[in-house]
């Protein structure tokens, strides 16, 4: 349903950007095409999973280039994993935040084909994973909280990266990850899947926007292993209780963030007001904590995942 509404959004939208470039502004017809406009928006509520998951892949909904610009402040990029190469799917650095040090790391996918293309469409290979859990380590050696950004189809599956490491560089990230004595907070943003969203998603906190979804790999992949089809997607999306309500039912995630109807990108500052709201929140509780006491609280939380979505797995 909600990809037929934001066809026609999009369509109107370009509409209306005609309108407005005319030497005379013809104001009835704008208010008629705003109030479609407006009209369309508000179907977009009470989703189902697979719409969720359209939003979430959404093309203009915000990057972690983006969060980063309207977040935090004075960021530093860092690259490289001291051992291969730089992997520009993997997006990470040094910033403040409220005057506080942090090291800011998560997926980085483009607004368009070319970026898309740079940084492999959000999918990591080792080295991204090797630069980030780097940067984790440089964190925790300078008492710096983690803040990440999640939003990736997985890591990337081709033949080079599984020779080059992949598997023990997600393990290896895991483990270290969950021992950390600084603060980590997680924050899916758009889609994540698989080993590749939860190689920087070991946190303290694991916090999802409204129509992020989370999940142990695409729902096509799901449907291609359990019925050979992966045309059956939507039908997989229900049974992965893969949306933020679902997986805040089940003790996977600590809280949702609330999106404007429609998605993220329909009103991206106010998203980004939300997300630091939640951030700092979260953020103010692991302070008062001590190293130990920081890693203890990380194992402790992911030992009381519900049993029951494990079930589902």
Excluded at 151 to 158: I, R, S, V
Aim: with cysteine.
């Amino acid at each position: 349903m909600v990809k037929e509404i934001d066809a026609k959004i999009n369509e109107i939208d370009n509409q209306i950007e005609e309108l407005k470039s005319k030497e005379v502004l013809d104001e009835a017809q704008l208010y008629v095409l705003k109030r479609q406009r407006h009209d369309l928006v508000k179907m977009c509520k009470n989703l189902d999973p697979h719409d969720k998951v359209f939003i979430a892949r959404h093309k203009k909904r915000p990057k972690i280039t983006e969060y980063i610009d309207n977040i935090f402040q004075d960021f530093f990029e860092q690259q490289g994993d001291l051992l291969g190469k730089e992997d520009g799917s993997i997006f990470g650095g040094i910033a403040t935040y409220h005057g506080i040090p942090v090291t800011v790391i998560g997926h980085r996918k483009g607004n368009d084909l070319n970026e898309n293309l740079k940084c492999n469409f959000g999918m990591p290979g080792p080295e991204g994973y090797r630069k980030a859990l780097r940067l984790m380590k440089q964190a925790e050696k300078f008492g710096r909280p983690i803040i990440t950004f999640i939003d990736t189809p997985g890591a990337y599956p081709g033949l080079e990266a599984e020779t080059n490491g992949q598997g023990t560089a997600i393990a290896t990230n895991l483990a270290k990850m969950s021992a950390l004595k600084v603060p980590v907070i997680a924050v899916v943003t758009g889609e994540g899947s698989s080993g590749g969203a939860l190689a920087i998603g070991v946190a303290n906190s694991v916090i999802m926007l409204e129509n992020a979804v989370y999940s142990i790999l695409s729902p096509e992949g799901y449907a291609t292993i359990l019925w050979k089809d992966s045309s059956r997607s939507d039908e997989a999306c229900n049974m992965m209780k893969l949306t933020a309500q679902d997986l805040k039912a089940f003790n996977v995630i600590d809280d949702i963030i609330p999106e404007p109807v429609g998605g993220a990108h329909m009103n991206k500052k106010a998203v980004y007001k939300t997300v630091d709201r939640y951030l700092r929140r979260e953020l103010d509780k692991y302070l008062k904590m001590g190293p130990e006491e920081l890693s203890k609280h990380r194992y402790k939380k992911f030992r009381n995942i519900d049993a029951d979505y494990l079930k589902v797995l």
